[in-house]
């Protein structure tokens, strides 16, 4: 009986507990709801733009952003999406009256910035200002400062200006260490993403394409700036080749910045500039918040557009992978159906299908590949691509009508891979288990990690990725309208930027998304449609249950591992990439 009272009281307070979560919960939404109405922009206001952490495609469907529980609105970014339009509504607001670029710690790549810089360029074209100011400018914010009409550091801030570096973690030696083998089975000579499971430093294939499109990504950086600033890029290479650039002082005497001013200093000049009181607080709107905002949108193709016709854009965003995936991956099944909903639409005029992607399952891509394939038979389709669009995100692309790329995207990777782990040193002699079993045939214990394969295994394992690779380099020669022998002389697994792939006939021209749009329009013949993006967007409130916890312990472990994630993540997609063959950037490709 004490045991059963023990049970009864604790299902009533699990109750009691439950229906206050659901209560609190639906106060947030009901709150969310009401500020979602609109934030009013107040005559001769600033824009406020400060951009931290990475960019997404999207913003988060977040209802609870900004109302403080269990953790749930730390997502309170704006999505790149949000971000383009914002400036564009701000351009035409006649309530701004101009940008205030802030501190910024941006770590997405450069394709993600170059798409703002151009509408922070584009919008100078009102003859509205921009002021930019920051305490430590990294390389990649001043490359969206350097196109203000103000740039400012504070006196005794940190200005980096070093050039281009990219660097390799190799885990060969710790696989030692613990007796695992990692047995390769690749095709592409460039396929480097297994290079750090077996060798100690980069191959000289590897060094090499990487010095190629890591100069071309410099090249491009440095010859925009140069134009913005009005330096010449043989100046500004020698300013970072010598960091002669060291202080504050030294960018403005090298006229990287136009002066050394204290944030108080700035807010004086904003005033000057909106004609506010020296005492009065500065009118001004931020970022998300404008997005919300009451200010008065260019209808004109967009989403609150009242046409029938409409333009899919479809969202591929993060790695390749079987099943539903969300926003952050790239579900085959999740993404097949956007393809499908969008292709029997007969409202559907176009799909714009943006890539943001460096792989990941061929398996999973080829699933892709295939409704791309059937959308391009029955409307034109045209793949905007990101920050990454190599490997399994060309191959997904490569069907396409048409490719826009950035100059400083990344893209290509066509290669295969797999990896199989040889544990039998592990388990033997670091952990003294043996196995032992019956087999019904000579390779029924194929791909078994507890012994090392046999040449006859590995033969038809790399058999297997040879079949693989054929397929891909035969998808990209159909779609690229190119014979299998070129592609594979620019395959081979070698990685490039857009400026390069442009030339190699990987892609079609450079441009934003906004020009795939306008191109899918045009192929369409129409000129008055509605936006439509797809797949939908998951709510947090449909994270609740497994993919919520998952959720809450990646964010304890990032709390926890601090800069020292990114291996973490490392090691746990060397497993992940042990499963089946891979179609994948040779590795996480970061510039500092």
Same mark, same amino acid.
């Given at each position: 009986m004490k *045991?059963?009272?023990?049970? %009864?009281?604790?299902?009533? %307070?699990?109750?009691?507990?439950? #229906? +206050?979560?659901?209560?609190?919960?639906?106060?947030?939404?009901?709150?969310?709801?009401? #500020?979602?109405?609109?934030?009013?922009?107040?005559?001769?206001?600033?824009?406020?733009?400060?951009?931290?952490?990475?960019?997404?495609?999207?913003?988060?469907?977040?209802?609870?952003?900004?109302?403080?529980?269990?953790? $749930?609105?730390? /997502?309170?970014? %704006?999505?790149?999406?949000?971000?383009?339009?914002?400036? =564009?509504?701000?351009?035409?607001?006649?309530?701004?009256?101009?940008?205030?670029?802030?501190? @910024?710690?941006?770590e997405s790549q450069q394709a993600t910035v170059e798409e703002i810089r151009n509408a922070l360029i584009d919008f100078k074209k009102s003859g509205k200002f921009i002021v930019a100011y920051a305490e430590v400018y990294t390389q990649s914010f001043y490359y969206l400062a350097s196109v203000a009409d103000k740039v400012y550091i504070n006196p005794k801030g940190i200005f980096e200006f070093k050039g281009f570096s990219s660097q390799v973690t190799f885990l060969k030696g710790a696989l030692d260490k613990l007796g695992i083998e990692a047995q390769i089975i690749k095709v592409g000579t460039y396929k480097s993403a297994v290079?750090? !499971?077996?060798?100690?430093?980069?191959?000289?294939?590897?060094?090499? *394409?990487?010095?190629?499109?890591?100069?071309?990504?410099?090249?491009?950086?440095?010859?925009?700036?140069? =134009?913005?600033?009005?330096? @010449?890029?043989?100046?500004?290479?020698?300013?970072?080749?010598n960091l002669s650039i060291q202080f504050p002082e030294d960018a403005l005497k090298y006229?990287? &910045?136009?002066? $050394?001013?204290?944030?108080?200093?700035?807010?004086?000049?904003?005033?000057?500039?909106?004609?506010?009181?020296?005492?009065?607080? +500065?009118? @001004?709107?931020e970022l998300k918040d404008y997005t919300k905002s009451d200010a008065d949108k260019d209808d004109s193709n967009d989403k609150n557009s009242s046409s029938k016709n409409r333009i899919a854009v479809i969202y591929a965003s993060g790695e390749i992978t079987g099943g539903d995936g969300d926003d952050n991956t790239i579900g085959s099944e999740r993404i097949s159906k956007a393809l499908r909903k969008a292709r029997l639409d007969d409202k559907v005029k176009a799909v714009v299908l943006r890539v943001n992607s460096p792989g990941g399952s061929s398996l999973a891509s080829d699933v892709i590949w295939r409704e791309v394939m059937l959308t391009k038979k029955a409307k034109p389709i045209i793949v905007s691509m990101g920050d990454l669009a190599a490997s399994g995100g060309?191959?997904?692309?490569c069907a396409a009508d048409s490719i826009?790329?950035?100059?400083?995207?990344?893209?290509?990777?066509?290669?295969?891979?797999?990896?199989?782990?040889?544990? *039998?040193? $592990?388990?033997n002699d670091k952990l003294g288990i043996?196995?032992?079993?019956?087999?019904?045939?000579?390779?029924?214990?194929?791909?078994?990690?507890?012994?090392?394969?046999?040449?006859?295994?590995?033969a038809i394992l790399q058999n297997q990725v040879n079949h693989g690779y054929d397929d891909f380099t035969k998808a990209v020669a159909a779609g690229r309208h190119k014979t299998q022998a070129y592609i594979n002389s620019i395959g081979q697994g070698r990685v490039w930027t857009g400026e390069q792939a442009i030339?190699?006939? !990987?892609?079609?021209?450079?441009? /934003?998304?906004?020009?795939?749009?306008? #191109?899918?329009?045009?192929?369409?013949? &129409?000129s008055d449609y509605k936006l439509v993006e797809y797949p939908e967007q998951k709510s947090i409130l449909d994270k609740f249950g497994s993919s919520f916890n998952v959720e809450m312990k990646t964010r304890a472990i990032k709390s926890e591992l601090g800069e020292n994630y990114k291996y973490y993540e490392q090691i746990k997609g060397v497993t992940q990439m042990m499963r089946t063959p891979q179609t994948r950037l040779p590795y996480d490709i970061v510039i500092n």
């Open positions: *045991q059963f009272f023990k049970y %009864v009281l604790a299902t009533i %307070v699990g109750l009691i507990f439950t #229906s +206050i979560i659901i209560l609190i919960i639906g106060i947030a939404i009901i709150a969310s709801a009401s #500020s979602d109405k609109g934030s009013h922009v107040d005559a001769n206001s600033i824009l406020h733009i400060s951009l931290n952490g990475t960019i997404p495609e999207r913003t988060p469907n977040n209802p609870l952003a900004g109302l403080p529980f269990l953790g $749930l609105d730390d /997502n309170k970014d %704006v999505g790149l999406n949000d971000i383009l339009a914002d400036i =564009k509504k701000a351009k035409t607001d006649n309530n701004i009256r101009g940008i205030f670029l802030d501190e @910024s710690y941006i290079e750090p !499971l077996f060798l100690t430093k980069m191959s000289d294939a590897n060094r090499l *394409q990487v010095t190629s499109y890591l100069g071309s990504l410099y090249d491009h950086f440095l010859t925009n700036i140069g =134009k913005s600033r009005n330096i @010449s890029k043989d100046s500004l290479f020698n300013y970072a080749n006229k990287l &910045v136009d002066g $050394l001013k204290y944030k108080d200093e700035i807010l004086d000049e904003l005033r000057a500039r909106t004609g506010t009181e020296k005492k009065s607080t +500065i009118p @001004s709107i060309y191959y997904i692309s826009f790329a950035e100059p400083n995207t990344i893209t290509g990777s066509i290669g295969i891979f797999a990896i199989l782990p040889n544990m *039998q040193k $592990l388990f043996t196995f032992d079993g019956v087999t019904t045939g000579k390779y029924a214990d194929l791909g078994d990690i507890s012994k090392p394969l046999s040449p006859d295994e590995r030339k190699n006939g !990987l892609v079609d021209r450079l441009g /934003n998304i906004k020009d795939a749009i306008n #191109s899918a329009a045009k192929m369409a013949k &129409v």
